[in-house]
């Protein structure tokens, strides 16, 4: 009789087999697809989309440039509670499994024959990183064999901790965001550390479905993802009762944060971008990781920027009132509640938004934030700004509004608010500082435009840049591509050439009207100065800090036009681009502030021609330096026989050229070469360039920019500028420690209007800028080079004066060009290397 098994032995046996084919299945499958499957050990060295960066010379970012925001993160760096957020919602059993989840394979498996789809995935944050890195996100069977092939290398090769920082650095979480970092920073504003528990459960919730649990564009789906993850953190025992209910009652504060500089300079941003592009390449300068440090100082710049805006809103509110932006019908609106009556409650908090919608279309350009007026009062007005905060508007702030008629003329001077504004207008409101006090101010989008550029005259190092009101605004770099006619900025470099052919400050030229006929202009030409007055036989020196038309024409005349466009040239201004006739001698030149103020630089160093910079050093994401700014050396009396000592190393980055890999040029282990230093020969005389000093101080002490004596300094000189019918403005002006070029005018020229000449439209913003650029700087003169005297002369003749002329004054002249005496009069005497400038000079 043959005995029958019992029917669980079967059962055992087909389980075992099973087992084992699996097992075979499972083994042939990892030997056939292993081979086919990139190495996992590729992980070890993985680089990251990482965008480029732009710094300060002290550190604070003023740009961001790539596709990807990504700042990637050392597992450490990761708050434990956000790590134990991402587990409870992707993986719980993370630091469990060697890399698969065979209950999360056993649910993908049933559903594929249930859905003949994986729905739910069952991946492991290690199959993820095999997916994100190395396969494409198409749900297919192979494709999950092979994650599971390549988890398991992974997890052969790479720490837990190693494989959680991958997965947190490369995972995708809305709006351009990589990376837990750069997820906190896009939707709080603020580091991943600096964030609660509701917050990091949040970002924990979007590696799944960044778009349907986007808190901006989904924010109903993503609290709920918010929530559920929270209630599995407790599940799991990440968190207690008490964190839970505190953490699910917490609301949705989120909103999109752009990158966010924290130094206003994206016109310089802008200028290292293209730099950078041309020296590695798009692909490398926007995904490398590339940071670069420029010269500005974020002080200098942060005032700089300041008082170029102030200078414009000054000069926009003394031509008028040009109306609101728009005026909105705001009779059918529940009345919006006093700020001390809005509350949380979802009432007053939805009355709120029903306002500050209305401002949405409208965005905050430079310091003018767009705001609602609405209700005025006899004289002042309340303002709802697009934050939801109500604001005051006394009159003191709201009377300049005089209604604009023309650029030379204002309407009547107001009496009440309703003159100006009304409820119901969309206006811009700025924000100033009185005695220590904030105010909020009626402005207005200024229709001129302004651009300021300042340098270190020792170096040709770029200290500030504004290009103008703002870069979002407008994105024309005025600072380095506006080229506007100088007008009297122009006389310093014509006056130096006058000396260099042997004329003094005291030599007399006539102001007085004069013709020029010539037979290819219609009518004869008859220049003229600022007024009608003429001065008659005047000295160089007063000439020019009265900046007088005729004289500078005349000097033009004698010295000769060739001569005088070397010199210029010698200045390093763009001669090529010059009318070669007399009009040069007014202004006619067209020249950026950035020119102008590399030309003023030879004045405030002494007579040496440095070229602009604005990059010190570019590192990589991992701290090498692949370029470094050579030292300038200014050649006095004159340059070093040897160079820089060398430091050896493996490489060398040629500055000049692109960079195939950034990544790739330095190692870890190499040092960058100090470059050769670039020796700057002297371009101009010092004698010459002393004198011109010298008299340049006169302007800013007794002439057109009087004004500068405000500051309290003597070491400072410059010249104003101004073209016909003041379409353009300008004063340029240094100490030696600072060079400053500003312009003021419109894109398209035309008139800034009557009586807006560089003393009033440019220098007041030069003077601001000054005021906090010199802070702590001592005040520094030129030394006076050898070959230099004084005499006394008769202002009159600009001769030698004679015994007891009560007219006399002492001048400065080089070396054998001092005048001779009127006839019959004993000589004077001369003084050589006189060290201190005479205090009635000035």
């Not at 559920?228 to 944060?257: N, S, T």
């Not at 705001?371 to 709802?384: C, N, P, R, V, W």
């Not at 000049?656 to 050769?676: D, W």
Request: hydrophobic share 40%.
């Amino acid at each position: 009789m043959q005995l029958r098994r019992p029917w669980w032995r079967w059962l055992l046996l087909a389980a075992t087999l099973s087992v084992a084919g699996t097992i075979m299945v499972l083994n042939a499958a990892y030997l056939y697809l292993a081979p086919q499957l990139p190495p996992a050990s590729q992980l070890s060295d993985v680089s990251f989309q990482i965008p480029l960066r732009v710094y300060s010379a002290d550190g604070l970012l003023i740009g961001e440039f790539g596709d990807k925001r990504r700042t990637p993160l050392k597992y450490e760096q990761l708050p434990p509670m956000f790590v134990k957020a991402v587990l409870a919602a992707e993986d719980d059993r993370f630091f469990e499994h060697g890399g698969v989840d065979v209950r999360g394979l056993l649910r993908a498996f049933a559903e594929l024959l249930r859905y003949r789809e994986i729905r739910s995935g069952g991946s492991t944050i290690t199959m993820q990183v095999a997916r994100n890195f190395f396969l494409d996100r198409e749900q297919k069977f192979l494709r999950k064999f092979n994650e599971i092939v390549l988890s398991l290398e992974i997890e052969s090769v790479l720490s837990k901790e190693q494989i959680f920082e991958l997965y947190m650095n490369k995972i995708f979480l809305g709006h351009r965001a990589y990376g837990a970092e750069a997820a906190a920073q896009v939707y709080y504003g603020k580091s991943i550390s600096e964030l609660d528990l509701p917050q990091w459960a949040m970002i924990a919730g979007l590696p799944k479905a960044p778009s349907a649990y986007n808190p901006i564009t989904n924010p109903d789906r993503a609290l709920s993802r918010r929530n559920w993850i929270l209630r599995r953190m407790h599940k799991v025992g990440f968190i207690d009762k008490e964190q839970l209910d505190i953490a699910r009652a917490a609301p949705v504060d989120v909103r999109y944060h752009g990158p966010a500089p924290e130094l206003d300079a994206s016109y310089l941003a802008e200028m290292v971008r293209r730099e950078v592009v041309a020296r590695f390449g798009a692909e490398n300068a926007y995904t490398s990781g590339l940071r670069v440090y420029t010269t500005l100082e974020g002080p200098r710049q942060a005032a700089a920027v300041h008082a170029l805006r102030s200078g414009l809103h000054e000069y926009d509110e003394r031509h008028g009132w040009r109306g609101a932006e728009a005026s909105l019908d705001i009779g059918e609106l529940d009345p919006l509640p006093e700020p001390e009556l809005v509350t949380d409650n979802d009432e007053s908090i939805a009355l709120l938004h029903q306002w500050t919608a209305l401002l949405r279309p409208f965005n905050p350009i430079a310091d003018l934030q767009p705001a609602l007026i609405i209700s005025t009062g006899e004289q002042d007005a309340k303002a709802l700004l697009a934050n939801g905060q109500q604001v005051t508007l006394s009159w003191e702030n709201i009377q300049w509004a005089r209604r604009y008629i023309d650029v030379d003329t204002v309407g009547a001077e107001l009496t009440r608010t309703t003159d100006a504004i009304k409820a119901g207008d969309v206006v811009r409101l700025r924000e100033i500082i009185i005695e220590g006090n904030s105010q909020w101010r009626l402005a207005q989008i200024p229709a001129a435009q302004s651009a300021l550029v300042a340098l270190d005259p020792k170096t040709g190092a770029v200290r500030s840049l504004a290009g103008g009101f703002s870069f979002n605004q407008s994105n024309f770099n005025r600072a380095l591509q506006g080229q506007r006619q100088a007008g009297s900025a122009l006389k310093p470099f014509i006056y130096t050439a006058g000396l260099s052919k042997g004329l003094t400050p005291a030599s007399l030229i006539n102001d007085a009207p004069i013709v020029f006929e010539d037979s290819a202009l219609e009518t004869a030409w008859r220049p003229t100065g600022a007024s009608s007055r003429f001065y008659g036989p005047t000295r160089l020196r007063e000439a020019l800090y009265r900046s007088l038309n005729l004289v500078s024409i005349r000097l033009l005349q004698q010295t000769g036009i060739s001569n005088t466009v070397a010199t210029l040239k010698e200045f390093g201004l763009p001669t090529e681009r010059f009318q070669r006739d007399l009009s040069l001698a007014l202004g006619s030149a067209a020249l950026t502030p950035m020119e102008m103020a590399t030309g003023y630089s030879v004045f405030a160093n002494g007579g040496f021609r440095v070229e602009p910079w604005f990059m010190q050093r570019i590192d990589d994401n991992q701290n090498n330096t692949l370029w470094l700014a050579p030292e300038i050396v200014l050649c006095d009396p004159e340059c070093p026989t040897e160079s820089a000592e060398q430091t050896e190393v493996a490489d060398t980055v040629e500055p000049e050229l692109p960079i195939a890999n950034p990544k790739e040029v330095v190692s870890e282990q190499s040092v960058l070469p100090t470059p050769e230093p670039i020796e700057v020969q002297r371009a101009v005389d010092a004698r010459y360039v002393w004198l011109m000093d010298s008299m340049l101080k006169d302007v800013v002490r007794r002439g057109t920019a009087y004004r500068v004596s405000q500051l309290g300094r003597r070491d400072l000189a410059g010249k104003t500028g101004t073209t016909n019918d003041q379409v353009d403005a300008w004063f340029v002006g240094y100490s030696p420690a600072l060079v400053a070029a500003v312009w003021v005018g419109f894109d398209e020229p035309t008139s800034l209007g009557r009586g807006e000449y560089g003393g009033r439209a440019a220098l007041p913003i030069w003077m601001e800028y000054m005021t906090n650029a010199l802070q702590g700087v001592e005040e520094q003169q030129l030394p006076q080079p050898a070959g230099i005297v004084t005499a006394r002369i008769n202002t009159s003749s600009g001769k030698l004066a004679r015994p007891g002329d009560a007219d006399a004054i002492f001048e400065y002249f080089i070396e054998g060009t001092v005048p001779e005496q009127d006839s019959n009069s004993p000589s004077e005497s001369i003084h050589d290397d006189v060290q201190d400038e005479p205090e009635h000079l000035f």
